[in-house]
C-alpha cells in the first residue's frame, strides 16, 4: 500500500524512533505505529551496526576468532569468549585444568554483574530517572579496575583461549574482589530504596509489557526475558559447562512476565552472582590455568556447538570445520535478536512510555543483534 | 539601607528633576531593565544551581573547570548558546516557530511583575495579584503548543500536546490551592496575604488543611512548570526533547530560560502563600528570638523561602522516575483535583468559624 509521509495507509502517525533516539541505547531504528498515544505496531529495523562478524570469523583461525565476539556483546565480553573457547575445546577435546574452570566461572559472573549493573542504571535513566544511572556505575567501575588488573582490559578482555585463560590471576585478585563483594552487599539496598520501592517505579512497570509463557517460548526468548514469564531456560542448569553443576544458586524465575517481572529477575540474578562468587573466591584450586594446546588449532571435520549463559540469555556458538585452522561456517544465535522480537507482543496497545520501560527491560544490545 | 527605601529615594529624586510623567516612564524603563537583567541572572543561577544540586546527588562534582568552584559555567553556556545558528526547519511555520519562544519568556516575565521580593518593594501592586498570577501563568501553555504545532516534527507535536493537557488540568489543583489561602486571608492581593501572616505563616496557622493544600500546590507546580518526574513535554527518553526538539541557540535558550524563571516564580508564589513570603519567622512569644530575626533583611527572607522550594522541586527531578502520561492525568483527575475540592470546602468552614491560629 501507498504509504504518505509520516502517515500509515489506516492514519496512524508513524514514527521513526531511532537509529539515533535516547532510549534505543544505539542504533537500533523502531518504526512505530501511534493512534495518539497508543502503540498500534512496533517494527525493528536491524543492520545499522553489521559488521558481517561471523564472516570475518571464517577467515580467523581458532585462536583468532575469539577475540572478534567480544564485540557482539560488549556488555558480557567474557562470556562470549568463554563460548567460543568451549566449542573449540569440544573440538579439539582437550581437557581443561580445574583452575582455569574455576577462574572462568568468577570472571563470568562478576561480567554478569556488571552487565546487570549497567542494566539497571539505563533502564532507571529509560524511565526518567538520571540518579540511579551514576550509583549504578559507582559499583561497576570496582568490577572493571578488577578485570583491568587481571585481564588488562576493562571491556572487551579477550582473556578466554581455547584450553583456559590467557593469563594467571593477579595476586591481587581474591582480595579486590573481597572488597567488591563488601561494598557491594552494602550498596545493593540502597538500590531498592531508590528505585524498586518507588511507588511511581512500581506503576510503569506492573502490568506493562506482558509476555505469555507461551509467548515467550515461540519467540525463541531467552536469559532473564523468558525466566520472567516462567520459562525454566538457565543453561547453567539444564546444560551446566564448566564447574556450575557443583555450584550451589537457584535459577531465578518470576512468573509475573510484566516489565515488574523482568526487572525483578535480574536484580535476583544479581545476588545469585554475588553467592557463586562467594562460593569459588576462597576455593581456588591451585595447578596450570592453561592446558597445553598446539600452536596451530585444528579442528576434526564435523559440527560443534555449545550454548552458554550469558547476561542476556543464551548464546549459541555453532561452528562447522572441514579440519583446517580456520571454520568453515561460524554461526551464532544471540539472545538480543530473539529477545527484541518480542517487544511487538509486549508493546501492542500500550502508550510510548511503556515501550521504552518494556525495551530497558529488554535489555538490548544493539550490536549483540546485529552482529 | 532597605530596598524599599532605595525605591522611593531614586523616586523622589527622579520628581525633583522632571514632571511626573517623566517619571513614571523613566521608572517604567528602570524597572524593564531591572526585569531583564533579573531573568539573566536567575537563569544563570538556577541553572548553576541545578547542576550542582543533580552532582551532588549523583555522587559528582558537577561544574568545576570554568572560573571558581566552575561559577562561569553557566556564563560560558549562554556565550555558546548566543553564538550559535538558529535553525528554522524547512516545513516550519516560521513565523510562529519564531515568535513561541517569545511568547513564552513574556509569560515569565509579566509573572515577575507583581511580586514582592522585600518589605514594600514590588513592581506593581495589583489588589488581584493571586488572580493575575494564576490567569497570566495559564498563557504559557500557548507557546508550548504553537511551538510543537509549527515545529512539522512529531516528537514536538507529541510533547506540546501532552504538556497541553498537563498544564491545563494541573492549572486547576493549583488554583484550588492557592484558593484555600485566599479564603483564609480574605485578600487577592499578594501584599495583604504577607501582611496576614504577621503572627505566622499559614502553613503553621492553618492546621492541615493548608498543610495538604500546601503539598498540592508543590506537586501541581511541578507538574505545571514540566519538570520531572512529570516532564512529559520533554521525556527524553520517550521524545528526545519534546516541544523544544527542533529549536536550537538563542530560541531554545528562551525556552529553558523561561523554565527556569517559571520554577522560580511558582516557587516565590508558594513561598508568598504558604510561607509568609518577606515576612521573618516569628516564634510566638520569644520576644529576643523574633528581634533577631527582624534584623535578617526582608528580602533575604524571601530568596531563602524561594530558592529552598526550589531545592525541594530540584531534589523531586533527580530522584523520581518519570509519570506515564495517563498516571499523570489520572493522578490529577482522580485524586488531586476531588481531595482539593473537599480541602477548599474544609478551609472554607475553618475560616468561617475562626478555627485557625489567630
Redesign the interface.
Given at each position: 500500500m501507498q504509504e504518505t509521509i509520516g502517515h500509515s495507509a489506516t492514519g496512524d502517525l508513524v514514527i521513526n524512533v531511532g537509529p539515533q533516539h535516547p532510549a534505543t541505547h544505539g542504533v537500533l531504528h523502531l518504526v512505530i505505529h501511534l493512534q495518539g498515544e497508543t502503540i498500534t505496531k512496533v517494527e525493528p529495523h536491524l543492520g545499522y551496526i553489521h559488521r558481517s562478524i561471523e564472516k570475518m570469523c571464517e577467515s580467523l583461525t581458532y585462536r583468532q576468532f575469539i577475540y572478534v565476539t567480544s564485540r557482539m556483546d560488549y556488555l558480557s565480553a567474557h562470556i562470549n569468549n568463554l563460548a567460543c573457547a568451549l566449542c573449540v575445546e569440544k573440538g579439539l577435546g582437550v581437557e581443561i585444568p580445574e583452575r582455569a574452570q574455576v577462574i572462568r566461572v568468577l570472571m563470568s559472573e562478576l561480567t554478569r554483574i556488571a552487565s546487570h549493573e549497567l542494566w539497571w542504571g539505563a533502564m532507571a535513566m529509560d524511565l526518567g530517572a538520571f540518579t540511579p544511572f551514576f550509583h549504578a556505575f559507582r559499583e561497576r567501575e570496582s568490577i572493571n579496575d578488577i578485570m583491568e588488573e587481571t585481564c588488562g582490559a576493562r571491556l572487551t578482555m579477550n582473556y578466554m583461549v581455547p584450553g583456559g585463560v590467557m593469563m594467571d590471576l593477579h595476586p591481587n585478585f581474591q582480595k579486590r574482589v573481597k572488597d567488591f563483594l563488601q561494598l557491594y552487599k552494602s550498596k545493593i539496598d540502597e538500590y531498592d530504596e531508590m528505585v524498586t520501592g518507588n511507588i511511581i517505579f512500581q506503576n510503569r512497570m506492573k502490568g506493562v509489557g506482558y509476555l505469555s509463557k507461551e509467548d515467550a517460548i515461540s519467540f525463541g526468548c531467552s536469559g532473564p526475558t523468558a525466566r520472567a514469564s516462567g520459562v525454566s531456560c538457565d543453561v547453567r542448569k539444564w546444560y551446566p559447562y564448566e564447574i556450575y553443576s557443583k555450584l550451589d544458586f537457584e535459577e531465578v524465575i518470576e512468573t509475573g512476565g510484566d516489565s515488574l517481572a523482568r526487572y525483578m529477575v535480574r536484580i535476583r540474578e544479581m545476588k545469585e552472582s554475588i553467592r557463586i562468587v562467594e562460593q569459588l573466591i576462597d576455593a581456588i584450586p591451585e595447578g596450570p590455568f592453561q592446558a597445553k594446546t598446539k600452536a596451530v588449532l585444528k579442528l576434526p571435520k564435523g559440527e560443534f556447538y555449545q550454548q552458554v549463559e550469558t547476561a542476556r540469555g543464551e548464546l549459541g556458538v555453532y561452528i562447522v570445520s572441514e579440519g583446517g585452522t580456520t571454520p568453515y561456517r561460524i554461526k551464532f544465535r544471540s539472545p538480543g535478536f530473539s529477545n527484541l522480537s518480542a517487544l511487538e507482543t509486549m508493546v501492542k496497545g500500550s502508550k510510548i512510555g511503556d515501550l521504552v520501560a518494556a525495551m530497558g527491560t529488554l535489555d538490548l544490545v544493539i550490536p549483540d543483534i546485529d552482529r | 539601607m532597605s530596598l524599599s527605601s532605595l525605591a522611593q529615594q531614586i523616586h523622589l529624586w527622579l520628581l525633583g528633576h522632571m514632571s511626573e510623567q517623566w517619571t513614571l516612564v523613566l521608572e517604567m524603563i528602570i524597572a524593564g531593565i531591572l526585569v531583564i537583567s533579573f531573568f539573566a541572572v536567575l537563569g544563570l543561577v538556577l541553572v548553576y544551581m541545578e547542576r550542582k544540586v543533580?552532582a551532588w546527588?549523583?555522587?559528582?562534582l558537577g561544574p568545576n573547570r570554568v572560573g571558581p568552584k566552575g561559577l562561569l559555567q553557566s556564563f560560558a553556556d549562554t556565550l555558546k548558546l548566543l553564538i550559535k545558528e538558529g535553525l528554522t526547519p524547512d516545513g516550519a511555520d516560521k513565523f510562529l516557530f519564531n515568535i513561541a519562544p517569545i511568547g513564552a519568556i513574556m509569560v515569565s516575565m509579566l509573572l515577575m511583575a507583581p511580586i514582592p521580593f522585600a518589605k514594600d518593594f514590588q513592581m506593581w501592586d495589583i489588589n488581584i495579584g493571586v488572580l493575575y498570577v494564576s490567569a497570566v501563568s495559564s498563557l504559557s501553555v500557548i507557546s508550548i503548543l504553537v511551538a510543537g504545532w509549527s515545529s512539522n516534527n512529531?516528537?514536538s507535536l507529541?510533547g506540546a500536546m501532552?504538556s497541553g493537557a498537563q498544564i491545563v488540568s494541573y492549572e486547576l489543583s493549583a488554583g484550588m490551592a492557592i484558593m484555600t489561602i485566599v479564603i483564609l486571608s480574605g485578600s487577592l492581593s499578594l501584599t495583604e496575604i504577607i501582611q496576614s501572616q504577621q503572627n505566622g505563616w499559614w502553613l503553621f496557622k492553618g492546621h492541615v488543611p493548608v498543610i495538604i493544600a500546601f503539598v498540592i500546590y508543590i506537586i501541581a507546580v511541578t507538574a505545571e512548570t514540566n519538570r520531572?518526574?512529570f516532564?512529559m513535554a520533554e521525556?527524553?527518553?520517550?521524545?528526545?526533547a519534546g516541544f523544544h526538539t527542533e529549536y536550537s541557540g538563542m530560541k531554545f535558550a528562551l525556552f529553558f530560560l523561561a523554565e527556569y524563571v517559571n520554577v522560580f516564580i511558582v516557587c516565590a508564589i508558594g513561598a508568598i502563600l504558604f510561607l509568609g513570603g518577606w515576612m521573618p519567622l516569628h516564634i510566638g512569644e520569644w520576644t529576643a528570638f523574633n528581634h533577631i530575626m527582624d534584623y535578617i533583611p526582608s528580602s533575604i527572607w524571601f530568596m531563602g523561602k524561594t530558592f529552598g522550594l526550589i531545592f525541594l522541586i530540584m531534589w523531586f527531578r533527580?530522584?523520581?522516575?518519570?509519570?506515564?502520561?495517563?498516571?499523570l492525568l489520572k493522578l490529577e483527575w482522580n485524586y488531586l483535583l476531588p481531595i482539593s475540592m473537599i480541602n477548599v470546602v474544609l478551609v472554607t468552614a475553618l475560616a468561617i468559624l475562626g478555627w485557625y491560629f489567630k
Open positions: - | 543533580s546527588m549523583q555522587i559528582r512529531k516528537y507529541l501532552r520531572a518526574p516532564d521525556a527524553e527518553s520517550e521524545l528526545t533527580w530522584t523520581f522516575p518519570r509519570l506515564r502520561v495517563d498516571q
